[in-house]
Structure formats: C-alpha cells, structure tokens
C-alpha cells in the first residue's frame, strides 16, 4: 500500500450515479477497504474487497481487479448525505511479513441539488 | 446499536508528558484497533491487538507507544513521552473477525494536542 491514488475531490448532483476510483501499488496485496468520513467524524467501514469481482451493498458497490492494481466505489441514488470524504486502504505486506492497512488521502465527494 | 466508545473527547498536554487514550470496544468483538489521523492528512493505521497481544503494528508504533487491555472492557493506548508531532486525533476501532474481512466500528476519536 505505499503509492495509492485517488482523485482529490470529485463533485456529483444528486440522484446520479458516481464513481469513486483508486490505484495502488503493493507487495504482498491481502485487500482492499472503502470508508466514509464526514468532515469531523470517524471513518465507517463500507466494503472489504480481497478477491476480483464486485460486490454489492445497498446503494454501495465496490469493484477490485487485483491485476490491475485497481479498485472503485460506486455509489448510486446520490444523496445529500453522501456528501463526505471517500478513503481507500489497502492491506499490503510489509517487512517482517506482517499485513498493515495503509490509507489513500480521501475523495472529497460534493453532491449538489 | 453498540458502539465504540472514547475517552476523553479532546485531551491537551506538555511536550514529554505521559498519556492514556481509552476506549471500550464493542462487547462481543475480539480483535482492536489504533489509527491516527493528522488534522488535514491520511488516516494511519497503528497498531492490531487480539487475544491480549499485539497482531501487527506500524512504522509509527515506536517504543513511546503501547497497548493494554487491563480489564475486560477497556482498551488503551499510552504514548510515553508526548511529541508535538503526536498532535491527532486518535480512533480506537474494534472489529468481531480479523482485520481481513471484519468490519471495523470506529469510535468518535480523542483529539490529543501537544503544547
């Protein structure tokens, strides 16, 4: 998880569909998280990601394609309320062979009326 | 619905002064978690514990740092000898599997500054 790329800010209108994407580097790749935070408040966990494919979670999805070094977020029937700073950690092996998450520096996702 | 639960909110102490950050993890959940976040800056990952002994730790987790769960609540970070650069807020987080695959509850942060 040393080089992990996500766009800075992305803006989006309520109702539509976005799509949130982060590139990352590893060593040893052992998953891929997505969480939510709010100006101010603590993360919350949206998705856990270790195998290709995508998974589905309400009006969240995340893809991984471990290959590619390529996962996304995306988030349909926008809300207001998803208005918040998306962040990708990846869990990477590091030296002395244990696995530590390391986080992008966020998406910060403006939905507008 | 459980939650995570921190103490104090927003802690302020002397450079070289010792502190104690705490938290009570979610009752049923096994594995605990540290992250620092520096006001503006990523979300860093510290230190993993599970069965009373650390599972992983970062480059950040130095020997000013350590981790105790002294009953079967709490759960708590000390850090020896405060730094200014150990201005952050601080998340506990606790999950019910491991860190692969377990969701983790973070609690709501403890705002440590460093004067």
């Known amino acids: 998880g040393q080089n992990i790329d996500q766009p800075t800010e992305m803006t989006a209108t309520e109702g539509a569909i976005v799509q949130i994407n982060c590139t990352y580097q590893?060593?040893?790749?052992?998953?891929l998280f997505w969480y939510q935070q709010h100006a101010g408040e603590a993360p919350t966990f949206l998705s856990y990601?270790?195998?290709?494919g995508l998974e589905e979670k309400g009006r969240f999805s995340s893809f991984l394609s471990r290959s590619k070094g390529y996962s996304y977020l995306l988030l349909k029937e926008l809300q207001m309320k998803d208005s918040a700073s998306y962040l990708c950690?990846?869990?990477?092996?590091?030296?002395?062979?244990?696995?530590?998450?390391?986080f992008g520096r966020g998406t910060s996702l403006i939905v507008h009326p | 619905e459980p939650e995570v639960t921190q103490t104090p909110s927003h802690q302020v102490t002397q450079m070289g002064q010792e502190v104690i950050l705490r938290c009570v993890p979610i009752s049923n959940h096994l594995y605990f978690y540290w992250y620092r976040q520096i006001l503006g800056q990523k979300v860093e990952f510290l230190v993993s514990f599970y069965n009373n002994e650390i599972s992983e730790k970062s480059e950040i987790f130095d020997d000013q740092f350590s981790v105790e769960r002294p009953d079967g609540s709490n759960f708590t970070l000390k850090i020896r000898s405060t730094k200014l650069e150990d201005s952050a807020m601080y998340f506990c987080?606790?999950?019910?599997?491991?860190?692969?695959?377990?969701?983790?509850?973070f609690g709501p942060g403890t705002r440590l500054t460093v004067t």
């Open positions: 990601n270790v195998l290709d």
């Open positions: 987080a606790s999950s019910e599997r491991a860190t692969s695959g377990g969701e983790q509850y």
């Open positions: 950690a990846v869990r990477d092996r590091v030296s002395g062979g244990s696995y530590i998450p390391t």
């Open positions: 590893t060593s040893g790749f052992n998953g």
